[in-house]
């Protein structure tokens, strides 16, 4: 029987894996990177998403309640808004007709307070005077309400006040490395102006 010896046999050489390996090696850096860049983005825009929709939230639900202010039935007699230096908005409206408001009552909407809580960086809501302040919107860095009489002039009489200007800014609830000030911004403003404060 005879022997056959295979002198030609396959495989690779030392430098051969070596160099397979680095390449390797450069592929998968290369993909983990993109992995991380792309991931570190869609983090960043989910913040700045989130921003966007707390701070248009509490525009919004403002305005809303806002443009009921001032109104009362036949003969009664509401302020609609209350002049306040401070970060805050009094909304008064007789919703149930009976021609006054009741500003104890923590559960009517004809009494609502919203507060910029500069400390906490937060927007309140609350009913009524003894109620429970509730978060309407978080991570705001600035609340301002300005009022305006009828002529669009500012004003600091109840009595007078014809339109209000909303102005808030946010900000992402965490710090985005890759942006220079750290922290992403947006400011939303509305002009408000209820139909029934010219009455």
Known sequence: MSRRIHKDRAGFTLIEMM?????GMVVIAGVTGTFTAQTRQNK???MISQMHQNVRGAVDMID???????YKA???SVTG?????APQLLIQADIDGNGAIDPTNNTSLEYIIYVWDSANMRI????GTGGTPQIVADNITACTFTYMNASGV?????SLVRNVTINITGRTAKVDPSYPGGYRTYNLSAD???PNLAL
């Open 44 to 46: 960043a825009e989910e």
């Open 192 to 194: 408000v102006t209820p």
């Open 19 to 23: 160099v397979s390996i680095t390449i």
């Open 154 to 158: 500012a004003t600091t009489t109840s």
């Open 81 to 85: 808004v209350t002049y306040n230096a």
């Open 64 to 70: 809303r309640e806002l443009m009921q202010a001032g």
């Open 124 to 127: 309140t809501r609350q009913l």
């Open 74 to 76: 036949s003969g009664g």
